[in-house]
Each structure stands twice: as structure tokens, then as C-alpha cells.
């Protein structure tokens, strides 16, 4: 049964879509986004964010005031090896207070995403589950691409967009989903309660088998994100259970000599959420009447601080690629994967080689003991982290004799 037609039909209402979905309307587009979730709820995603998300969101006109309210400058992030070698990579921190990395409080930054969309002339439809997706030949005048929810409903649509996350139903439809070339990975995430003692550094601890993140969020706690690979923690996981195993990760992680820990002692907020496999991988962003953005267009690892900025972008992207394809210029959805590729490929390189270097622990430590006696280097490596230089200064040829000579 049609029940409806829209011009562009978005599959998922996370910071990808609801981002989308502002710049279309407010283009004056006719949107509908399907979010299977009623009301938000704590799922396993990420909250550390550079400056250069900060500036997207900015650039989408959310208000001083909700970036305020949503967010915890962090000055630094101090990744730390396995030895116990620690460096703090500070993402273009000038010191004023203006321009650090932050840690979001998604449960306040995500709905205010979606009714900034709604304001802009967006409809969401909360609690659809979109089951399934046929895509058509994708003439830009037709209504050739059909959502099915799994309560039956149907809407045509002109273009469907894939903002659905790791596990896209956009993207396998398209038949473009791949796994990555990493091995398999479970991410976990909650929060634990502390309180304004709380150090504003963030912390990434490397140990075998993966890393744990801790993060300050506004409200004195911090986010727990966790990373496992290997037979070991798949054993771990599937004899105790995440939580167990979370928390057990969190009560090794060495005392930081240096700040309080409250949250040590504090509550965790919500049950440890969980993301399986974390990485996913397409063989193309877009195609003929569908698009993919966010994490549905490719995910690789939270540790290179891959997600929501590269989020933000693909929308602002795709919303200038779908407006010209809307418009009549047939070459409007390829430009975007050409766009896409041209800003993220050497970021991608750098992500891959950081996954190598994760996998080594002997090559990791080299890297880190270097980084933490060498300023400069680190410096470039937190700029790149933190997407706010291109990614090929990590590639050039001085970069990396300053980082590995002896
Ligand atoms: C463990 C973990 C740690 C992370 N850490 C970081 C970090 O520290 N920093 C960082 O920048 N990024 C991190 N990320 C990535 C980051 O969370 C995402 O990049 C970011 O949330 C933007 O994602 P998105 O909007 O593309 O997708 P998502 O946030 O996954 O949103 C997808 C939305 O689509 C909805 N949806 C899915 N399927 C359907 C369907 N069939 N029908 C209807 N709705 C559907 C979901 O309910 C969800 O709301 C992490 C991710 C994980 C899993």
C-alpha cells in the first residue's frame, strides 16, 4: 500500500541525517527521515569531537547556546602504550579556550539536531523501522525508490538516503556494503557519573587486544568507549558479558598520577551499549537515485577520530551534490563520491597505518615514544587527528622522518 511520496526519503535520524535533513529543507526540499528509535536513548556511538566538528556544526547555524549546553571543552587527549608511555595530542588547541576538541552530550546534541531539521521544514517519523529498500533506475523526475517499514507502510521516493549507520539497510540494498580489511571488532560505550573534580583531559589507554577512551561530558562523567579485538575478549565477552568485561577494563586502567579520578567511585549511567562488527566499508557512496552519508558511507575505528566529523562534512557534501542532481544536473550524485574521495582519502591512509601500528604493539611504542619527545611531530599528528589540516601533512616524507629517525 503507498500511503506516500516524498522528494528525498532519509533512512536514519542520527547526526548524518538529521544534518542532511536541515540542509535540504531549508533549501526548500520536501524530507522525511525514518528513525527507529520512539525517543533517544543511549546506544553505542562516540562523543569525542576536534575543533573542525565543533566548526560543522557551527556552519549548520546550531546556536552558541546548544553548543554550550551539549558540549565539554577537553584540552588534550593523552593516548598512553602499553608500557606506559603517554603523550597528549592537543587537536589545535591555541590555549584560549575557544578552539578545543569537546565531549558531547549526545542525549542533548542529537535531539537538537533533529528539531533544528524539524524547525527548517523536515518531517521525522519516529519509531519506523525501515525494513526494507527497492531501488529504481533513479530518473530524477520519477519516484522510482521505494521504503518499506516493518509495519508494512511504503513511501516513494526520488532519492533515498543511507544515514543509518554501520549497518546500513541503504547501503546492502545498493549491494555496495563490504566488511573492512581490519580484523573483526566489538565496540562498548557508557557513561559513569563524577563530578566537577573530574581532569579535563581525555584519556585513550592502549592494551593488548584494543584501547579504552575516557572522555569528560558535560556534568562532571565521562564516557567510557572501548575497542576489543582477538580470541581473547570474544571469549571474554561471550563468558561474562559486556558489562562485567567493561568494567573490569576500566578498574586496570593504570591511577592517573596526575589528576582526581571521581569517577572511579561514580555510577555508571545506562547499560553498557555495544556496536558489532565496528568497522564497515562500501565499494561506492552513491549510485542511481541513493546516497550513503555518515557512518552508512564507511567507518574504520573511533581511534583516529574517524565519526562525527566526517559525519558533518558528508552531509554538507551531499546536500550541495543533491540539490544540483534535484536540480536537473545529472552529474550531481557522482560529484559527490568524487568529493568524498578527494577529502578523505589520505585521511583513510593515515587511519589504516594508525590500525597497523595498533596492531604492533613493538612499532606503536616506537611511534609514541617519539611523539611524546618530539613537539613538533605530535603537534602535525594532532592537527591530522583532529581533521584540521589535510591529512597528507602525516603522509609527507619530513613528517615522517621527523617522526621515526632515530
Ligand atoms: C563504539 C563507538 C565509539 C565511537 N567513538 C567515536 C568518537 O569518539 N568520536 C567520533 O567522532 N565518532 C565516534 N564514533 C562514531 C560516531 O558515533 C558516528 O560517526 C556518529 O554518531 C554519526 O553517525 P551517523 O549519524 O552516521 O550514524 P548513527 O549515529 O549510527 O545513526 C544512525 C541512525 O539511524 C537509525 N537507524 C539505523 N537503521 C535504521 C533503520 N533500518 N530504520 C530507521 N532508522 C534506522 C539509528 O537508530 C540511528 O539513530 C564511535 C562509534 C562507535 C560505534
Known sequence: MVTERVEVAIVGGGLAGAALAAMLADAGRDVLVFERQPAWHWRACGVFASPAAVAELRRLGVEERTLTEASQPIPAMRVESQAGTAFRLTYGDDGSGRATAVGFDRSALDPAMLSIAVTRGARIRRGATVGSVELGDGATSGFGQRVRTTDGDMTEARLVVGADGIQSTVARAAGVARATRLPSRIGLTYHIGGDDRTSPDARMVVFPGGYCGIAPVPGGRVNVGIVLGGRHWRRALARQGASITARAIVGDLPRDAEAPEPWRLGPECEDVAGAWPLGHAVTRRAGNGWLLVGDAAGFLDPFTGEGIHRA?????????????????????????????????????????????????????????????????????????????VPASRALDPRFLVQLLSR
Open 312 to 388: 558533518l562534512v558528508s552531509a554538507r557534501v551531499a546536500a550541495r551534490a543533491i540539490l544540483a542532481w534535484l536540480g536537473g544536473q545529472h552529474d550531481g550524485l557522482p560529484s559527490y563520491e568524487r568529493a568524498m574521495r578527494a577529502r578523505f582519502l589520505a585521511k583513510d591512509l593515515v587511519s589504516h597505518i594508525v590500525q597497523l601500528f595498533l596492531a604492533w604493539p613493538a612499532l606503536f611504542e616506537y611511534a609514541a615514544r617519539r611523539l611524546a619527545s618530539r613537539p613538533r611531530a605530535r603537534e602535525t599528528m594532532g592537527l591530522v587527528m583532529g581533521d584540521l
